[in-house]
């Protein structure tokens, strides 16, 4: 059964240091997706990308954060310049059609020094 | 704004015992609803869904059954298991045409059965 993939798995990084969180989808769907949850907390929403450019974004999602597809399978999430409240649990997710169930990562705990 | 509602956990049960767990929602227009469960140290995995009024989603034995009177999308499953122990999430998806089609996540209801 096809499923979205993350990596790293963990990412611990220093406060100030640039970071990209990377995603492959599942193949045949349209539309990604990030999300965060910084622990004990609510799944959070940050960001949907449809047609190589972002459809919505999150008061979360401010100028430090960042989303590519670079190539057919890879779906990024660039963090500039982390901050400690960054420290969470990114999910990248996709969809085949909007407003329609979205499949899950296994998702990138990153940890911010 | 759109947001869902869940019983406050951790929620403790004896293997066999039947389970529920509530959840409501606001939102205008008609949402699709979801429940999504994570496994410890794993990610959100789809559980069941629901799409309009009086639509029963099951899987794995678990049941929830959306209910537009009383906004509301409860969890059931007659006996559970010690594999069942989890996080479940409630969650919507906005329908119409509107302009965004994120998640809407209520906060997670921690679920531990014990042999």
């Known amino acids: 059964e096809p499923e979205v993939t993350q990596t790293p798995s963990h990412q611990v990084t220093q406060m100030g240091q640039e970071v990209i969180l990377r995603c492959v989808p599942i193949?045949?769907?349209?539309?990604f997706y990030w999300y965060r949850q910084i622990l004990g907390q609510k799944v959070e929403f940050l960001v949907s990308?449809?047609?190589?450019?972002?459809?919505?974004k999150s008061e979360i999602f401010d100028d430090q954060f960042s989303v590519e597809r670079p190539d057919g399978s890879n779906f990024t999430l660039k963090i500039r310049s982390t901050k400690l409240e960054d420290s969470a649990m990114y999910f990248c997710?996709?969809?085949?059609?909007?407003?329609?169930?979205?499949?899950f990562g296994p998702g990138t705990r990153l940890t911010v020094l | 704004g759109d947001s869902v509602t869940q019983m406050e956990g951790p929620v403790t049960l004896s293997e066999e015992a039947f389970l529920t767990i509530n959840c409501t929602y606001t939102?205008?227009?008609?949402?699709?609803l979801f429940w999504y469960v994570q496994y410890p140290g794993e990610g959100l995995q789809l559980l069941l869904k629901?799409?309009?009024?009086?639509d029963k989603g099951s899987n794995k034995g678990f049941e929830a059954t959306y209910r537009k009177e009383t906004t509301s999308f409860h969890l059931e499953k007659g006996s559970v298991q010690v594999s069942d122990s989890a996080v479940y999430f409630c969650?919507?998806?906005?329908?119409?045409?509107?302009?965004?089609?994120?998640?809407?996540f209520g906060p997670g209801t921690s679920l531990s059965v014990i042999p």
């Open positions: 629901a799409t309009k009024a009086d």
């Open positions: 969650a919507l998806i906005r329908g119409g045409k509107t302009s965004y089609d994120k998640v809407i």
């Open positions: 990308f449809y047609n190589n450019e972002i459809s919505e």
């Open positions: 997710a996709s969809g085949l059609r909007s407003y329609n169930e979205q499949f």
């Open positions: 939102a205008t227009g008609y949402p699709s």
């Open positions: 193949s045949n769907h349209l539309y």
